[in-house]
């Protein structure tokens, strides 16, 4: 069959794209220009056009010099097995991955009931997308090739064992050659052999795992995180650094306009300022500007800094370092909005009515000059009248003042749409100048935190707004409602607590708020904010806008934080391109690709915010490994037939109480009320229920803890802690406190 081509010959980008994905054998050029039925001459350039479609991220070269959609899978491709789930599922990834998201996970179907596949395992399958993922059919197993294991040698006998650092990990491999590398050293090894003869040959030695920057170096190196600049982007980014700031920006130096931000902040993307609106129509209103770090006048489309940030998606943020999205001379130096410097800047001035609703927004492109960098705690002691408050008396009257005024009316309008708010602190990991830990603690929760949040969240929804008019491409922030299934699952949750949630209702932020409202302060409404959280979908980023549920907003984009996030340098380029701001505007092929790009950078946010959960978990377990032998109290976060998760009240981390070390007695596993009761005794371990129990292991290196009961066997402790037992158990109904909103504390919008 010949498809159509345009009149030059060619086929489109499209009908390439078209062709690739409806095509039932490997498409590579031989493939699409028969399909075309180009002539040699068209040959040539349908080559070009490849290569160009590939280098802007559109096809991705499989093997055999076949093509599929980037962000996809070709049709036949080699697959390795990474994990088999308790259900026996098989779970594969692609053996070679170059896109910019994180590779997919592929189902592996197979004949007959019980599987052959096992981890490591390579196969050549077919390949075809499956509801919201993607579905394996194995067409021939493979030789095994050696796998990549982080983990860390330890000494029995004669012998030196890897132990990997993934919690899920519990096999250790003999080493058959360590490299140079010793007992306790964290290493980087290659998996050799066969069942049941593997081993570990070391390739690479990282040093000691319990040293500082330890911990977020093993999440670097296990989640593939690029933390090193090439020299062309090192070197681009000095030239562009060197880069006047132009002709024809609105000077604002004038203002004083601040930055607050949290006291360790390595950047500082955003500055605001307020006073109250003079101007006719707008009695008791203000004038707003939040101005934002003008990332894209310094990185622009298509350069080598543009090609390095996307593949990178985000900054990623550890507790003792930041592996940042652009080099630091352009995000912790020419970027970042520092006290004192001329800085380029894209600003949104907001008229804002006195009932906080918006009234009218602009863009421009500006110079700023920062009056003050001022820590949220700084600036909260300052607006509290604390005496020693290190921020001088003009800016707290003629700066702090303002803006804290006009925060009042921005809070009348969030109260009025109810947004959803969960009281869900953050865990701050407090270290030394030698990287060693002080401390583990919730993040303080400040206006000054929830003030900064309501402005960038205003400028967020204009951005958003401002490109609506002017019909241009927005990345907008997208969170969908949650699904009927989670629903169902929340309402089985409540019923166990007699907390009523009818289904039938439209269902809004507020409808949850309602829910927190009426537990008010039960010992369980830490338990219930968690789940209703795991009721919501995941945010992502696309060119298509579904609003944001839990902002209760109809249209928000991601403006605030370019030096950190790409998304927000799409907005502020397709807002210099909508208003005609000058240079480095959005690029015409990237306008087109802006789902594309949504998904990856979607994809590597994911990843972004696993490692660095993951790196607190190791953060905690070593601060707790101190404590091992002590009881210590705890409360139940997950429950599940195996046995129950704990965490340390007032730390974090999370441990597993197997179901076995509960005493002799079997505990059955009640799915609608998440716990587990003892078939003879009654008694019950249920999500939420707080309880002493002795830290029996820590481990740093995985972040895994282990929990077991004090006196051995299945007791819930002391009689004043609570055990949440069947429907209609007592409970107390008290008045909430503030809420929080749900984000991490101190993470700007």
């Known amino acids: 069959m010949v498809f159509s081509k345009t009149p030059q010959g060619l086929p489109t980008r499209e009908q390439v794209l078209d062709f690739i994905q409806s095509s039932d054998t490997p498409a590579g050029k031989r493939e699409i220009a028969r399909a075309f039925g180009l002539s040699a001459q068209q040959k040539i350039s349908l080559k070009a056009m490849l290569k160009d479609m590939a280098d802007e991220g559109l096809i991705d070269g499989a093997g055999g010099r076949a093509f599929h959609k980037m962000g996809g899978l070709p049709k036949v491709t080699v697959l390795r097995v990474a994990d088999v789930d308790d259900g026996g599922n098989v ?18 179907r197979e004949r007959g009931r019980r599987s052959a596949l096992g981890i490591g395992d390579r196969i050549l399958a077919r390949t075809e997308e499956a509801g919201n993922g993607w579905a394996a059919y194995p067409m021939k197993k493979l030789d095994r090739a050696s796998e990549a294991v982080l983990g860390v040698l330890r000494q029995d006998g004669d012998r030196l064992w890897l ?12 080493v058959s050659d360590a490299g140079g590398a010793a007992a306790g050293d964290l290493v980087l090894a290659q998996m050799a052999g066969r069942p ?13 795992p319990f040293a500082a920057r330890s911990f977020s170096l093993i999440a670097i190196h296990k989640h593939g995180i690029p933390h090193v600049f090439a020299e062309e982007v090192l070197a681009e980014a000095r030239a562009m650094a060197a880069t006047p700031l132009g002709e024809g920006r609105e000077d604002l130096r004038h203002l004083p306009i601040v930055a607050i931000d949290p006291i360790d902040a390595r950047d500082h993307d955003d500055a605001v300022w307020a006073a109250p609106d003079e101007d006719a129509g707008n009695d008791g209103g203000w004038k707003a500007i939040v101005a934002i770090a003008d990332v894209s006048f310094y990185v622009r489309p298509g350069s080598e800094l543009d090609k390095s940030a996307r593949s990178r998606g985000n900054s990623v943020y550890f507790p003792d370092r930041v592996v940042p999205m652009l080099p630091e001379i352009l995000s912790a130096d020419v970027c970042s909005l520092k006290a004192g410097q001329d800085r380029a800047a894209l ?25 003050a960098n001022i820590a949220y705690e700084h600036a909260q002691a300052a607006i509290d009248g604390v005496a020693d408050a290190p921020v001088p008396a003009e800016l707290v009257a003629g700066a702090l003042k303002p ?3 006009c925060w009042a009316a921005l809070a009348k309008a969030r109260a009025e749409r109810e947004p959803l708010d969960l009281d869900l602190p953050e865990r701050r990991i407090v270290l030394d100048e030698k990287g060693r830990i002080l401390s583990v603690a919730p993040r303080e929760r400040l206006d000054s935190m929830r003030l900064i949040e309501d402005y960038m969240i205003a400028a967020n929804v204009a951005a958003a707004k401002a490109l609506e008019t002017k019909k241009a491409p927005v990345m907008y922030r997208v969170h969908e409602p949650p699904t009927r299934e989670k629903l169902v699952a929340l309402k089985d949750y409540l019923d166990s607590f007699d907390v009523p949630f009818a289904l039938g209702q439209v269902i809004r932020p507020a409808t949850f708020n309602h829910v927190l409202a009426r537990i008010g302060e039960a010992d369980f409404k830490p338990q219930v904010m968690e789940q ?10 696309g060119p298509q806008n579904h609003g944001h549920f839990g902002l209760s907003l109809g249209s928000y984009a991601h403006f605030t934080s370019p030096i950190r996030r790409y998304a927000d340098l799409i907005v502020h380029r397709s807002l210099v391109r909508a208003y005609g701001l000058g240079d480095g505007a959005l690029a015409e092929a990237d306008a087109a690709n802006m789902e594309r790009v949504g998904e990856a950078i979607s994809g590597l946010e994911r990843r972004a915010m696993e490692a660095e959960r993951e790196t607190v978990d190791r953060y905690v377990a070593a601060y707790l490994a101190e404590h091992v032998g002590q009881v210590m109290e705890a409360r139940i976060t997950g429950v599940a037939s195996f046995g129950f998760f704990a965490t340390v009240e007032g730390v974090g981390g999370d441990g597993l109480v197997p179901a076995r070390d509960l005493g002799q007695e079997y505990f059955r596993f009640d799915e609608a009320t998440q716990s587990l009761i003892g078939d003879h005794s009654g008694e019950t371990f249920a999500s939420g229920m707080r309880l002493q129990l002795r830290l029996a292991e820590a481990n740093p290196v995985s ?18 802690t609570r055990t949440i037992r069947h429907k209609g158990a007592p409970r107390t109904l008290k008045r909430r406190g503030r809420p929080a909103n749900i984000r991490h504390q101190g993470r700007k919008r």
């Open 91 to 108: 779970w594969a990834v692609p053996e070679r991955w170059e896109a910019e998201t994180p590779p997919p996970r592929v189902r592996v």
């Open 163 to 174: 132990q990997g650092v993934d919690k899920k990990e519990r096999r250790e491999l003999p």
């Open 196 to 208: 049941p003869r593997i081993t570990a040959k070391v390739v690479e030695r990282l040093g000691d």
């Open 347 to 371: 600003v949104c001035h907001l008229t804002i009515a006195k009932d906080g609703k918006l009234k009218d927004w602009r863009f421009t492109r500006a110079v700023i000059r920062v009056a």
């Open 403 to 405: 803006l804290w005024s």
């Open 532 to 541: 209703v959280l795991r009721t919501q979908t995941q945010a992502f980023y």
């Open 703 to 720: 972040g895994a803890l282990r929990f077991e009961l004090p006196d051995g066997k299945g007791s819930a402790g002391s009689s004043d």
